[in-house]
């Protein structure tokens, strides 16, 4: 089955830890995102790629970082410096990103901090 | 930067009924999505709406864009239970590194029997 898969469902973290959520698509997708979405509120975006090795912060990008090693993977690490990492992420992709078209959305790995 | 907004952020409503949610935005686009999302679940993808004056309809679902207003409606028709989500609308914004979208805070439906 073609799709986005994101692991794990849900993540813990300490105090000062480094996490990472992963997110892989077989849609052979060349662009990818990832957002956020707090209790109640709409997504917000934190990194974006249009093709392998290359990406562009979000509107909130402070804190996060990505890779994009492979076209079909695009792992975001959630560092020691984002003070208040507990939410709904949500990783996306799309045929391309320079004619934007329509975004299909993982599974989503909920966040939450010990 | 591009703000969109949506209205009401909350709706309850009786089935059967019809009603509007609205979505506005602030700078010029010509691409508007709308999505669902059941709680805790991941986001479904309903329209997308190209071109001003364009309508999509599924099921009891019709949404519609007015880029020179800077404003898309979904209406709903005679709704039912299964209607109850948050639809989020979202507007593209093509920015010299690329496209992106930028979503508004979504509409809570609840569809009461």
């Known amino acids: 089955d073609g799709g986005i898969t994101q692991s794990p469902k849900y993540l813990f973290r300490k105090e000062g830890q480094n996490v990472t959520l992963s997110c892989e698509q077989n849609?052979?997708?060349?662009?990818m995102y990832w957002y956020r979405q707090d209790p109640g509120q709409g997504l917000r975006l934190i990194y974006y790629s249009q093709i392998v090795n290359d990406f562009q912060k979000g509107d909130i990008a402070e804190g996060y970082s990505v890779s994009r090693e492979k076209k079909e993977s695009f792992p975001l690490t959630v560092t020691s410096a984002q003070k208040n990492p507990t939410a709904f992420y949500l990783c996306?992709?799309?045929?391309?990103?320079?004619?934007?078209?329509?975004?299909?959305f993982g599974p989503g790995t909920r966040l939450l901090v010990l | 930067e591009l703000k969109v907004e949506q209205n009401p952020l909350f709706l309850s409503m009786q089935e059967g009924k019809n009603y509007t949610i609205y979505c506005n935005y602030s700078?010029?686009?010509?691409?508007l999505y709308w999505y669902r999302q059941d709680p805790g679940k991941s986001l479904e993808s309903l329209f997308v709406?190209?071109?001003?004056?364009a309508v999509k309809q599924e099921g009891r679902l019709m949404a519609s864009l007015d880029t020179k207003a800077r404003l898309s409606t979904l209406h709903i028709t005679a709704a039912v239970h299964d209607l109850s989500a948050t639809y989020f609308c979202?507007?593209?914004?093509?920015?010299?590194?690329?496209?992106?979208?930028?979503f508004g805070e979504g509409t809570q439906l609840t569809v009461n029997p």
């Open positions: 849609l052979n997708h060349d662009a």
């Open positions: 700078t010029t686009s010509d691409r």
């Open positions: 979202a507007v593209v914004l093509t920015e010299t590194s690329g496209s992106r979208l930028t």
């Open positions: 996306a992709s799309s045929i391309g990103a320079r004619i934007q078209e329509t975004q299909y």
């Open positions: 709406l190209l071109s001003n004056g």
